[in-house]
């Protein structure tokens, strides 16, 4: 029992690493145009900022469960096949992208607005602002999003069984729900509880140490 | 040298500068000065770019601030260092690296001996070479503004401009930092423009100052003259305690200068051969001269014999 658990843990850890990845990545992207174009940024522009912060909404409220089926044509696309522990990525990004925007695009818009005039009085350019200004400034923040993003991953990492992707919820529906055996049940709830605990200690850890 | 030519901006039907025109001098200490919303924070504002104006002209060292014209205003900054009410310091990097930001936007590489030098130089020359390394949490109001003083200075400026900056600090710490803004105008010889609503810093380093009220200008000159015979809104805006002088008789200001050697209210009693009585005084310190204003109170009857002792001895007054 322990072993396949152990394999569904590692299995848990790569989903949960390269979605967090991919999402930051692709998330960082909205989170800068609202950022910018958001009514106290740099460049306000109230129809950019007013039609992605709706797409952003839109993908926030899909159930991911809708999504993962939604999504399986273009999840072949990419990886080439739409079951798996690497094609449950792409669902997970995907959902996880809109989330990223609006949680960076919160932290990043807490940057002291002086601290930016302050910038701007010394010349500097946008990129220059956003880069060694609000990002800089925001660290600790992005850092306390990041481990918001990695333990709502973990649970949505759960739903990877139905595309046959594995992982520890994956066992604990199968086995310990589904075949009425407690003990799996227990282990692999205890193995979630301790990896997000361990998750958020880090994240506090962290945030006391960068800010 | 800065020209300010009937500068007129609106922020939609509102109107925050009204045909504003000042000239302040190379190596001047200016002061802009008026109550809160008055439109001076705005006006400086204007003076480096960070806000645009209608109308007007702005010129500075010869080249005019204009907005449209990103790549000619962004070299302008450069020669505009600017410190705020709020230090608005950045909180995770410590001094040196705040005083060392207006360099990396720059593209100069702060890595270099020069580059090290001359920073350290400026947290040598602000006081604050034992906090090298500290970070902005660690430091006192009147710290940061030491450290954001570095931080204007750090490109050379030819001039600071000084957003309320001493507004969020105790007496105490303002002095501070007005002698070292003193300082910093004498030694490296740059044009100060000092906005501010307290009369205290304009009293102390200024040698010319505005005064501005709902956009437009109402009053120019040196503090003391504005001090010595106020205009009616710089006098509310002193907030002078006439209201509590006598209602009978006729109460008569006078304004004495640092070359008011006589001792003129006691000459006057007697070569008048009046009696009065003295209603309020006060003592105003101007950099380095101490004017003082004094309010007595005569009767009717002696009204014109006292106006012209006084137009005789060349005492400013005012009656009230």
Known sequence: MLDMIFAAFRETLYMVFWSTIFSILLGVIPAVILTLTAPDGLKPNKAIYEALSLVVNIFRSFPFIILLVILIPFTRFIVGKAIGTTAMIVPLTISAVPYVARLFENSLRETDPGVIEAARSFGASD??????VYFKESVPRLVNNVIMLVISLIGYSAMAGTVG??????????????????????VCSLILIVFVQLVQMLGNYLYKKLS | MVDILNVSKRFG???????????????????IIGQSGAGKSTLLRCINGLEDYQSGEIVVNGVKVNKKDEKALHELQRTMGM???????????????NVALPMKFWGIDTKTPEAKEKIEGLVRMVGLEE????????LSGGQKQRVAIARALVLDPKILLCDEA?????????RGILDLLQQINKELGITIIVVTHQMEVVKQICRRVAFIKDGR??????????????EKDVKKFLQSDSNLLPAEGINIQLFFTDKTDEPIITMMARELNINFSICWGKLEDFRSSVYGSLVINVKEEDRDNVLAYLNRVGVAWEVL
């Open chain 1, 127 to 132: 990129a220059q602002i956003i880069t060694r």
């Open chain 1, 165 to 186: 992707g594995g992982g520890v919820g994956d066992v604990a529906i199968r086995y310990g729900y589904q075949r009425y055996n407690t003990s799996y049940l227990v």
């Open chain 2, 13 to 31: 039907d509102l109107e925050v500068l009204k045909d504003i025109t000042i000239h302040i001098a190379d190596r001047e200490i200016y002061g």
């Open chain 2, 83 to 97: 410190i705020f009410q709020n230090f608005n310091l950045l909180e995770r990097l410590d001094v040196y690296d």
């Open chain 2, 131 to 138: 906090k090298l390394h500290a970070r902005p949490r660690e």
């Open chain 2, 166 to 174: 001493t507004s969020a600090l105790d007496p105490a710490i303002t």
């Open chain 2, 217 to 230: 200008v109402l009053a120019e000159g040196r503090p003391e003259e504005l001090f010595v015979k106020p």
